[in-house]
Nanobody, 123 residues
Framework: QVQLVESGGGLVQPGESLRLSCAAS????????IGWFRQAPGEGREGVSC????????YYSDSVEGRFTISKDSATNTVYLQMNSLKPEDTAVYYC????????????????WGKGTLVTVSS
């Protein structure tokens, strides 16, 4: 089982940047892919990005491709989501989640979840 804790959310203006962190703990973390998901008010949870356990493979949704970058620091077991050129439609609670082995952008496929961090993009 993997435990996950997100941090870094906050209020920013459109066009600004924010970096989210996901601290992971547990056994055999190198075997887990970590994904970022978000849920806007009144909406379902959607996949945003995912990074493989090795860090060698990354995936992005069309809505964030080119603006968001996912990375990981294996020494500290932390996965980051760098979010640039933020838009009001990026406003949501952002969750990180873990899945054994391969990345998936489907929430139902994840094994463990953090509690989320709120990102608000507003002028």
């Amino acid at each position: 089982q993997v435990q996950l804790v997100e941090s870094g959310g906050g209020l920013v203006q459109p066009g600004e940047s924010l970096r989210l962190s996901c601290a992971a703990s547990g056994s055999n973390l190198h075997r887990y892919s970590i994904g970022w998901f978000r849920q806007a008010p009144g909406e379902g949870r959607e996949g945003v990005s995912c990074i493989s356990g090795s860090g060698g493979y990354t995936y992005y949704s069309d809505s964030v491709e080119g603006r968001f970058t996912i990375s990981k620091d294996s020494a500290t077991n932390t996965v980051y989501l760098q979010m640039n050129s933020l838009k009001p439609e990026d406003t949501a609670v952002y969750y990180c989640a873990a899945v054994a082995h391969y990345c998936t952008m489907y929430p139902d496929g994840m094994d463990s979840w953090g509690k989320g961090t709120l990102v608000t993009v507003s002028s």
